[in-house]
């Protein structure tokens, strides 16, 4: 059985303890609704890879409240500094090189050095991340080929049974994934197009001189 429940103060406080114990929470974010779970609990996102039947070399986006806790999991680079001040929170995703102590488990990254970290401007998302005060690794809640959940209700066609809870938020603003910006090289790099476009993050980097 998956429950799904409307996002309220108590609701959250459920989610943060499922999360706490190595459980799965789907949540609305700006973008899509998510699949979370402690990013830095290995059994835990092992069981995000299991319930998406996504391949485990394909890596997963860590999200946190705040900047300054994104660059504490990745090295912070000019690049990135820029973006997270035009784009956090928002539905940018950072690639950065793994921090020095990064608490994310590997498996997250996919066994990679290199970590996607992303601050969400949903305000329900933000109080997911700010009760459970850890970093959430969430891919999109939706089994691995299928298309992306913008409600609570596709959320529960594709994993009822497979996850713990659904937060229902309402349907998601924009229903396009996070723009991907690796931001760990020379020039910074767009790995995927998103929510934020191309255009945005060009006019940012150049008016940044
Ligand atoms: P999603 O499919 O929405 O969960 O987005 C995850 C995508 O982010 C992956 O398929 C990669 O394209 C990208 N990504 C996540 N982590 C990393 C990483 N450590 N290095 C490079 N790309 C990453
Ligand atoms: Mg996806």
Not at 83 to 88: P, Q, S, T
Request: glycine share 10%; hydrophobic share 45%.
């Amino acid at each position: 059985m998956t429950d799904i429940i409307a996002i309220s103060d108590a609701s959250l406080r459920r989610a943060s303890d499922i999360l706490a114990a190595g459980g799965l929470v789907a949540f609305p974010t700006e973008t899509v609704y998510g699949l979370g779970a402690n990013a830095c609990d290995d059994n835990a996102v092992a069981g995000i890879f299991y319930a998406k039947n996504r391949p485990n070399f394909n890596p997963l986006i860590s999200h946190v409240a705040t900047c300054q806790k994104a660059f504490q999991l990745g090295v912070k680079t000019d690049f990135a500094t820029i973006l997270a001040d035009c784009f956090w929170p928002g539905p940018l995703t950072i690639v950065l090189d793994r921090a020095k102590g990064c608490p994310v488990a590997m498996l997250t990254t996919a066994g990679l050095n290199k970590i996607a970290v992303r601050v969400p401007a949903h305000e329900q998302a933000q109080k997911l991340l700010a009760i459970f005060d850890m970093p959430i690794a969430a891919p999109s809640a939706n089994p691995s080929g299928r298309i992306s959940p913008s409600t609570a209700h596709h959320v529960h066609a594709g994993l009822a049974g497979k996850i713990d809870l659904i937060l229902d938020g309402g349907p998601c603003e924009n229903g396009l994934e996070s723009t991907i910006i690796d931001c760990t090289g020379a020039a910074p790099v767009l790995l995927r197009p998103g929510g934020i476009s191309r255009k945005a993050i060009e006019t940012a980097l150049h008016s940044a001189g």
